[in-house]
């Protein structure tokens, strides 16, 4: 499944679907996430123009929309715990599932505009200057493996050195050192 933010359908479109996804098997997915009321019924364009159509929302925004809500658009809420705070593991659920439509808009039009899409945000980032979060964890990865190594080594010379100081006592002051002078027989130190 690839997906995308803000993506302008056609060529200098003035319509914008807030996430789209296209998946392997040629089904376009929209998302037009809502946060109030007032964003609800908002004029700007809601655009369901793939196979499968949602709304993302407070679940309290469902509750009191749910009966302005077109049959085929499905809804997705954030999953919460019984205490009613949000359950982070799992951001969202789907309270009501979306029903197969036919495209409102040529497959090959959504596709170039989802690539324009992706384009733009590589670009944004590429310009940005920033390393992508991939690179990050790279790089952290990369500095825990030296890290582990590191300590891996200093933990064999330890070793080594106890060993090595184990050794010497033994021989130095024989089996029974650790009982020393004054010590009792009852293996405590």
């Given at each position: ?73 499905g809804v997705y809420c954030e999953c919460q715990r ?29 596709k170039d505009s989802i690539i324009r899409s992706l ?71």
């Amino acid at each position: 499944v690839f997906g995308c933010y803000e993506v302008t359908i056609g060529w200098f479109g003035h319509e914008r679907v807030d996430y789209m996804t296209y998946d392997t098997k040629g089904v376009f997915r929209c998302y037009e996430i809502k946060v109030s009321k007032s964003d609800f019924h908002s004029p700007a364009a809601t655009t369901f123009c793939g196979h499968y159509n949602y709304y993302v929302m407070p679940r309290a925004l469902y509750e009191q929309v749910k009966d302005e809500i077109p049959a085929d658009i499905g809804v997705y809420c954030e999953c919460q715990r019984r205490d009613g705070t949000a359950y982070e593991a799992e951001p969202c659920v789907s309270v009501k599932k979306a029903k197969r439509r036919e495209l409102t808009v040529d497959a090959n039009v959504l596709k170039d505009s989802i690539i324009r899409s992706l384009c733009r945000d590589v670009g944004k980032q590429v310009a940005s200057g920033n390393p992508t979060l991939i690179e990050i964890y790279k790089r952290e990865l990369a500095e825990e493996r030296r890290m582990a190594e590191y300590y891996r080594k200093r933990l064999d010379s330890l070793q080594e050195q106890y060993d090595h100081l184990y050794a010497t006592v033994l021989k130095t002051y024989g089996e029974d050192w650790e009982r020393g002078p004054g010590r009792d027989y009852d293996n405590s130190i």
